[in-house]
């Protein structure tokens, strides 16, 4: 495991103040909004433990969590190495994923009706070859071509390539041999 | 139906599975072949940097369950093939650490301080047979603890406990794990409140679902393979490409060193070598038997025992740990590889994963149903036959046999198993990635599966960048419907007493021993995992 | 579930020979059929509607994409199966408790039987009060004894009905019950084997125990007797007013065209009945065989569950 050598003394500290203010949210927002029994209920004339207890505890012990590390932090040195580029890292994935994802569920659906028959729909195509395969191929060439690309900061041909031939290899092991099984994004029509 | 009818009956059921194919007129059953495939990827797997044995278990899951599909017969076969994967991932990891200095898998890190100067001087043959040997020997030591201890331990459990003292017990391993493995004390609490709070959502009681904020897709809580999967492997591989995308431009280049003696391992050797093997199983296996403590811990106490003796036993001429010393190789394989059969004890016994591995076995076993493991496992009918008791026998006969496999096949599969460190990691990562995600959807069949596990990976990265380990979250998460449950039902069952955790001593001793846990932790610090 | 496609030559032998249900194979669904299961993949009710969907498409040619929709005790999957088209494509397979009780219970859900048009049901349980034989207890009346003796009973439920149930049992016999609410059957007998639970209501997973020795049946859940333990009496022989009859039922959303229903309805119906298919088999195996309720008769059958739900929901209070 790679730690980084920071010595904020502070990181930990911040982090649990983060930790505690995010408990107090949950234990007096979230949890009392969001749950429609109490910590306890009253059933068939009986006091049971209701749905709220559990998630109060749980939300207790991570304000608790919170605090040690405030106190740890204010003793002793981290190392924590979480930095701005740690974000933009993170924001950039993310798009990344956002664009994978929309490749799966649109380029199927978008086929169909530009090539697709008359009247035809994707939905009920989902079990169609060609058209099931449509999105899968392009969004999982797409994931893995951008990843090789950013992580060896340019882009070639082969990282596409990999791309194709990865999620080609996906469809064969889970397509091609199980009827049952509908790969991303047939079962969401 | 007597003990060892149900041994026998275990052992049945490995061999007569569902014929593969017969060889010379014997047939050879699914499950044996299963448990080579398994125990034959591992070492791939582990001789690979950067992937590791869970990692393959996290892939291969899905998979497996697609071809085996949810019936009482896939389960020996689908736990065959995992526990061959977890058997060769413990083995495969010291290839790469003594050819090319760079650990397969983590706890192998203590194999490269003395495995790649032997290397260099030209005796990776002999270091890797020693490797080999010591870690088959640790890991058929552990198998074997394991199952004398499991059955037992898991009566006494049923016997004795209650349920207020399964919820103590519950909460004991928890705070254990918390404490332990979290990183410090308060961040193991963290990293273990948040798993519990993430298996309350959606889940619960009534008939409306809790904290969903409204929204269907949650209803009935976050998928267990969603958490786990995105937690443990997608925070581990947006890490990895982090940490490559900023080191892009450093060129590795991995030459295979030259062998000068190609050495069987002799006799004298291996009585030479004998004592440190024994001295570090025994460390492994008792480090193992704990929940949350890994292989990593028990490789470093097992490498420090032996430098111990070494030291004093040794003559001046012998080199020393650190230098190339086959001592220091054997000491730390068969610590590390004797913590994955005693990981097993409370998984079998309690139902609690204390390991990475072992929580997906747990989830094998969720995901196909009729095997729950825990105490209820082990109880011996007389008139009737209990079907999970013979899966456990089950899989205690295909532990051996991956045993067995190791100690044949195992050694020269592993020394070909060089050229695996070569594999470019900028490769091979979103090809696993994509593989992760598929694997997610195709048993979820929901776009919402591929967020969640997206989002978790997240969770799990940023939980490594705060240096917050995320397996507690992970084993509360697990644990954390069966808290609630068994609380709920001791609370009832008691006729709602408030002070149901404090009705037996029993449970009372474990309570004292959570906090107790935790508090000494959080002054001393923790010992480095 | 290996492919079944290679089996495809077969199964269109079988089409062409099914000239008997032409009737019926008129209609036909516009694209795959998407099955919601409301258990978790791998239990006895999972299975059977897999096979269900399999011996539809082996028999009429459609394609079946069974997909699980679990938790709330079945009203995820209505949740789920609500938003789905009505042409056909979509049904999904749940117990009648769902459309009944439950539904009624998660009033937040704003589910109501009219929402969804019943297909057909295809197997009842047999639903018993069991206990372990060596408690010593030989009928509820020695339960009774032990409880008034000072002995709290503890007393294992899988769902809210049936722990009213539960209550209310107590209530006719002047005693009361420490309820444990517990995960399905399974849950009651582990929680029963532990010595977690005393007595719990199994759905028909006990029978094999009963069978063995090992439990017994003390009374029957349903407006019936057991047909394994024949002497244990009814609820409402205990006095309680309400039974735990209940069934596998497959829906619809609502406004399914009456020739989809009725082409649905007679695949189903012949998957779970036929001689020789291998749900039909599962179902006299796990259940004890086939029961098909229809039509007209099932869509009362849903009514008075989901109406009779808030009589009992009141007297347990």
């Not at chain 2, 028990?298 to 012998?318: C, E, I, M, P």
């Not at chain 3, 082996?58 to 042409?87: F, H, M």
């Not at chain 3, 086939?290 to 009992?312: M, N, Y």
């Amino acid at each position: 495991m790679t730690i980084g050598t920071h010595s904020n003394t502070k990181t930990n500290a911040i982090l649990g103040v983060v930790v505690v203010v995010l408990a107090l949210i949950i234990g007096f927002i979230w949890i009392p909004a969001d749950i429609d029994t109490g910590i306890f209920e009253k059933a068939r004339r009986r006091l049971e433990i209701g749905d709220a207890f559990a998630p109060t505890l749980a939300t207790t012990l991570l304000g608790l969590g919170g605090a040690l590390l405030i106190a740890e932090g204010l003793t002793s040195k981290s190392n924590l190495k979480v930095d701005a580029r740690s974000l933009v890292f993170a924001l950039g994935l993310l798009s990344v994923f956002a664009i994978f994802i929309a490749l799966l569920l649109w380029t199927g659906p978008i086929l169909v009706a530009l090539f697709g028959a008359e009247g035809a729909e994707y939905r009920l195509l989902r079990d169609t070859a060609p058209w099931k395969y449509l999105g899968f191929i392009t969004g999982g060439t797409f994931i893995v071509a951008a990843l090789i690309s950013f992580m060896e900061q340019r882009f070639t041909i082969k990282a596409l390539v990999i791309g194709t031939v990865a999620s080609l290899a996906m469809i064969i092991l889970y397509d091609l041999p199980f009827d049952d099984l509908l790969l991303p994004p047939n079962g969401d029509f | 139906m007597s003990v060892l009818d149900y041994v026998w009956l275990g052992i049945l059921a490995v061999f007569q599975g569902p014929e593969l194919f017969s060889f010379f007129g014997m047939s050879v059953s699914i499950t044996i072949a299963m448990v080579l495939a398994g125990f034959l990827l591992g070492i791939i797997v582990g001789s690979t940097p950067g992937l590791a044995g869970p990692m393959a278990l996290a892939i291969s899951l899905p998979i497996l369950i697609s071809i085996f599909g949810y019936s009482q017969e896939a389960l020996l076969p689908v736990m065959g093939f995992l526990i061959g994967v977890m058997k060769g991932a413990t083995v495969g990891g010291a290839v790469p650490a003594i050819l090319f200095n760079t650990p397969g898998t983590p706890d192998a890190y203590m194999t490269t301080l003395d495995g790649y100067p032997m290397a260099q001087k030209g005796e990776a043959g002999k270091a890797l047979r020693i490797a080999h040997f010591s870690s088959a020997s640790g890991d058929t030591f552990s198998d074997i603890v394991l199952i004398v201890c499991a059955p037992f331990l898991a009566i006494l459990v049923e016997s004795y406990l209650d349920l207020p003292e399964k919820t103590a017990l519950l909460i004991l391993s928890m705070a254990f794990i918390a404490a332990v493995v979290g990183g410090s004390p308060a961040k193991g609490l963290i990293s273990a409140s948040l798993g519990l709070l993430i298996a309350y959502i959606g889940t619960g009681e009534d008939f409306t679902p809790r904290l969903t904020m409204g929204y269907q897709g949650v209803a009935s809580g976050f998928p267990i393979a969603a958490v786990i999967l995105g937690v443990l492997i997608l925070g581990e591989v947006f890490k990895s490409i982090e940490d490559l995308w900023q080191e892009n431009k450093k060129d590795q280049s991995l030459t295979k060193p030259v062998q000068h003696k190609a050495s069987r391992l002799s006799f004298e050797t291996i009585k030479g070598l004998f004592p440190y093997i024994a001295r570090s199983a025994f460390i492994g296996t008792a480090i193992g038997a704990l929940p949350g403590i890994g292989s990593t811990l028990a490789a470093t106490l097992g490498y420090a025992s032996g430098k111990f003796r070494h030291q004093k036993v040794q003559d001046q001429n012998a080199t020393s740990f650190g230098n190339g010393a086959p001592e220091a190789i054997a000491a730390t394989e068969a610590a590390n590889s004797s913590v994955s059969g005693a990981n097993l004890i409370p998984v079998l016994s309690l139902g609690i994963p204390g390991n990475a591995s072992a929580v997906f076995l747990i989830l094998a076993a969720d995901s196909i149903g009729s095997f729950n493991p825990g105490p209820s496992v082990f109880r011996f009918t007389v008139d009737s036959v209990n079907p999970e008791l013979v899966v456990a026998f089950g899989l205690f006969t295909m532990m051996m046999l991956a045993n067995l496999m190791n100690w044949t096949i195992g050694g020269v599969f592993m020394r070909s198993m060089g050229i695996m460190a070569l594999v470019p990691k900028q490769k091979l990562l979103p090809v696993i990635l994509l593989l992760t995600l598929t694997a997610i959807y195709v048993q979820e069949t929901k776009m919402a599966a591929v967020w969640f596990t997206i989002g978790f990976g997240f969770l799990g990265y940023f939980m490594r960048r705060l240096a917050i380990s995320p397996l507690p979250l992970v084993i509360a998460f697990i644990l954390g419907g069966r808290l609630e449950e068994t609380a709920r039902g001791a609370f009832s069952a008691t006729g709602s007493d408030p002070w149901f955790l404090f009705s037996s001593y029993t449970s009372i001793a474990m309570l004292v021993a959570a906090v107790g846990v935790v508090f000494i932790l959080s002054i001393k610090g923790k010992p480095s995992a | 579930m290996m492919k079944k496609t290679l089996f495809a030559g077969i199964a269109a032998l079988g089409m062409l020979s099914a000239t008997a249900s032409a009737a019926l194979a008129e209609w036909k669904p516009s694209g795959p059929i998407k099955l919601i299961i409301a258990f978790k993949a791998g239990g006895g009710a999972d299975t059977q509607g897999r096979l269900i969907a399999e011996h539809i498409e082996k028999t009429r040619g459609w394609k079946v994409i069974p997909e699980n929709v679990t938790g709330k005790g079945g009203v995820n999957a209505l949740s789920a199966l609500k938003d789905q088209p009505a042409d056909g494509t979509a049904i999904g397979i749940l117990v009648t408790e769902s459309l009944g009780y439950n539904m009624a219970a998660a009033k937040k859900s704003g589910l109501k039987p009219s929402d969804f048009t019943p297909l057909a049901t295809t197997a009842g349980f047999q639903m018993g009060l069991v206990a372990k034989t060596d408690k010593g207890w030989k009928s509820i009346d020695d339960v009774v004894a032990a409880a008034k003796t000072g002995q709290k009973i503890r007393f294992g439920a899988m769902s809210p009905r049936l722990a009213d149930l539960a209550y209310l049992l107590g209530k006719a016999k002047g005693i009361e019950f420490n309820t444990v609410m517990v995960r399905g059957g399974k849950g009651v007998m582990n929680g029963l084997n532990a010595g977690d639970i005393d007595i719990g209501f199994g759905a028909g997973i006990q029978n094999k125990a009963v069978a063995a020795g090992d439990m017994i049946n003390l009374a029957s859940g349903m407006s019936t007797r057991l047909k394994i333990s024949p002497d244990a009496p009814t609820l409402r022989e205990l006095g309680v007013g309400f039974d735990a009859d209940g069934y596998f039922v497959t829906v619809a959303p609502a406004g399914l065209p009456d020739e989809a229903r009725a082409a649905l309805t007679g695949a189903i119906e012949e998957a779970v009945t036929k001689e020789g298919s291998k749900a039909a088999g599962m179902m006299k195996k796990a259940f004890g065989g086939a029961t098909v309720i229809k039509g007209a008769e099932l869509d009362k059958l849903i009514q008075e569950g989901f109406d009779s739900a808030g009589v009992l929901m009141k007297a347990s209070q």
